[in-house]
């Protein structure tokens, strides 16, 4: 037989229709949506796929795919000695220093994982999302009569929100992003190569744009870790953490600024386009902005008066407020609408490898043996579209879908719990899941209480596969169409300002 040995304990096997290569090249012609297509094909709750080397085995069940995530003994980091030094141009020899051959080591894991932790949560979370929502701020406080005209509304986004949060983590003095629409856009077209990067042959002609994108901001960030300025007042602690954690493995300027372009990579690369599709959604339904309204409102207390909620400020007023760290708990709408707007632009893939044989069992009580060595796919877009667990408009956008239901079915809404998994789960559960969820509620709380946005076009929106596994963008040209932001009548005065 061509390709790798099954075993029929194994998951079941779904053949390629062309032997050996099949697969492969389903995933170069469909990206992430392949394993869509695999499962609508077989409806198996997992398979196994033979790829040229070993048998690749793709999870499509909820519970199992949960199993995995947490499993100990399915390594996150199998590949990352293999794939760090081609995305981001790293020597192998700093990897193994750090890492080892299996890519986890005894002091430098844990430590990094307790950066992750403890820099993306509490006080050091509140000071990151409180700097990006002041310069957010600072955009729509000087909207003018005219309004703000927007070319291409994703554009416009990826440069202002990579820009805001650049300044949270790299603070303002030598961030090299700060004002700097060329690092920037060197930054973007480096992550729209990472599909190319990360075949590792040979990048510099392969992948030549990303190759070169990738060196100009890398030489940026090397003058800012040159002078230790990721030590500066106004730095993240995430960096700053960072920066403390790989010196104190002897990591060389040189190594240290090509691999902290991962940062501004894991920050903005899935949240971006996530807020584009929240505000896609939310905004070409004008109903549900102005649900919206009344609901944000009602967290605001200036405007609240004895008979209820404002509908416009009081006289005098100069300012509004918005606490974001209230916004998901006291607005379920707005974070009904933006879990929704994950669940449908997520195209995350987890990766694992499984360290030695095992088993998995479904929720039927189906056991699978899992043979040592070969990869685990985790694909969300798989159990974020199945109508079994959404319903029947499971390709819509239901503003309301994450809306608590007290009358629900208890097993349908379990399902639906373990079916929402944009941010993965287990110990590599994003961490910056909370960062991602306070810029993107204030962002739409001050947007629907204070503006409009006119003109986005319904009928110029389309959504493009993934090729890695990261949210997905707009397809190009079908960005929605040029748009206005405008103060709404009776706010224009208003000056926006954000709290913990
Ligand atoms: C909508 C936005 C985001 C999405 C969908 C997302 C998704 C994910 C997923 C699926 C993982 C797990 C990977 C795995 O299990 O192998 C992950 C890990 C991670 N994310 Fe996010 N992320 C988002 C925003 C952010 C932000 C804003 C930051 C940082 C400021 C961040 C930092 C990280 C880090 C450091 C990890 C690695 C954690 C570990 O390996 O233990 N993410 N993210």
């Avoid at 744009?209 to 500066?232: C, F, I, T, W």
Wanted: hydrophobic residues 40%.
């Amino acid at each position: 037989m061509l390709g790798p040995s099954y075993d029929p304990r194994e998951p079941p096997l779904v053949k390629p229709k062309i032997p050996v290569v099949g697969h492969l090249i389903g995933l170069m012609l469909n990206r992430v949506h392949y394993f869509n297509m695999v499962y609508d094909g077989n409806k198996v709750p997992i398979a196994t796929l033979p790829m040229p080397e070993n048998n690749m085995y793709v999870i499509f069940s909820a519970p199992m795919q949960q199993i995995a995530m947490r499993s100990n003994s399915m390594a996150a980091n199998a590949r990352t000695v293999e794939l760090i030094p081609r995305l981001f141009g790293v020597k192998m020899k700093t990897l193994l220093g750090w890492l080892g051959k299996d890519g986890v080591h005894e002091d430098m894991t844990p430590s990094m994982m307790k950066i992750f932790g403890t820099t993306l949560s509490g006080d050091s979370l509140n000071d990151m999302t409180s700097t990006t929502l002041v310069e957010v701020g600072s955009i729509l406080n000087t909207i003018g009569e005219d309004g703000l005209h927007i070319e291409n509304l994703y554009s416009w986004l990826r440069y202002h929100i990579s820009h805001a949060v650049s300044i949270a983590l790299f603070g303002t003095k030598h961030n090299p992003y700060y004002n700097s629409k060329e690092i920037i856009d060197a930054q973007w077209d480096f992550e729209a190569g990472l599909g190319p990067l990360v075949m590792g042959f040979l990048p510099s002609i392969i992948a030549r744009s990303a190759y070169l994108a990738r060196a100009k901001v890398q030489e940026a960030l090397r003058p800012y870790y040159e002078g230790n300025h990721d030590q500066d007042e106004d730095v993240s602690n995430l960096v700053k953490e960072r920066g403390r954690l790989f010196r104190k493995w002897d990591t060389s300027v040189d190594q240290l600024s090509k691999n902290e372009i991962s940062v501004m990579l894991a920050a903005t690369t899935n949240t971006i386009p996530s807020m584009f599709w929240y505000i896609a959604h939310v905004w070409t339904r004008p109903e549900l902005v102005e649900e919206l309204r009344s609901e944000v409102a009602r967290i605001i207390p200036c405007l609240h008066e004895p008979n209820g909620i404002r509908r416009t400020p009081p006289p005098g007023l100069k300012e509004i407020t918005i606490n974001f760290s209230k916004l998901d708990a006291s607005c379920p709408l707005l974070g009904s609408c933006y879990r929704e707007a994950v669940r449908l632009s997520s195209q995350i893939l987890t990766l694992r490898k499984v360290a030695t044989d095992m088993w998995i069992t479904d929720s039927d009580g189906k056991s699978y043996l899992l043979k040592g060595g070969n990869d685990v796919m985790i694909p969300a877009k798989v159990v974020h579209r199945n109508a079994d667990t959404w319903g029947g408009d499971v390709e819509g956008f239901d503003p309301r879908r994450f809306l608590p239901d007290p009358n629900g079915n208890k097993e349908l809404d379990k399902l639906r719990k373990i079916s929402f998994v944009p941010f993965g789960g287990g110990k590599h559960y994003c961490p910056g899941r909370h960062f991602a969820f306070a810029e993107n509620l204030a962002v739409m709380a001050a947007m629907v209480l204070g503006f409009e946005l006119e003109g986005l076009d319904k009928d110029k929106l389309q959504m493009e596969d993934s090729k890695m596994g990261q949210a997905a963008k707009p397809v190009p040209g079908f960005e929605g169409g040029p748009c206005v932001i405008r103060r709404r009548k009776d706010w224009e005065h208003i000056e926006w300002k954000f709290t913990k």
